[in-house]
């Protein structure tokens, strides 16, 4: 069974910066399509960034593009995500996730959920 962990998360002043990670435990993380997603209080889940199981596709959501950078490391096991000039709204709990069954990052198809870390970007 795979198990997803993710770390990295703290408070953050507005323009700051962090990286998630997310380590797999069980399994290689180049068998499995990665997502990160987040979920703000009061609002639904959303999609933040899509990485393929090599590393050589990603795509981003509208809201963080040129601002994230996900990443993976193969040797460590480890998909990051790398958050430059963050802003209040990026305030949530962060997910990574994975799946065998799609190319994308569809929620309905991620089979193996972390439990999360918090972000928050506050002055």
């Known amino acids: 069974q795979l198990k997803l962990v993710e770390s990295g998360g703290g408070l953050v002043q507005p323009g700051g910066s962090l990286r998630l990670s997310c380590a797999f435990y069980?399994?290689?993380?180049?068998?499995?399509?990665t997502g990160w997603f987040r979920q703000a209080p009061g609002k639904e889940r959303e999609g933040v960034s899509c990485?393929?199981?090599?590393?050589?596709?990603?795509n981003y959501a509208d809201s963080v593009k040129g601002r994230f950078t996900v990443s993976i490391d193969n040797a460590k096991n480890t998909v990051y995500l790398q958050m430059n000039n963050l802003q209040p709204e990026d305030t949530a709990v962060y997910y990574c996730?994975?799946?065998?069954?799609?190319?994308?990052?569809?929620?309905?198809?991620?089979?193996?959920w972390g439990k999360g870390t918090l972000v928050t970007v506050s002055s």
């Open positions: 996730a994975s799946t065998l069954r799609s190319r994308n990052c569809p929620p309905g198809d991620m089979d193996y």
């Open positions: 069980g399994y290689r993380l180049d068998y499995y399509v």
């Open positions: 990485i393929s199981r090599n590393g050589d596709t990603t």
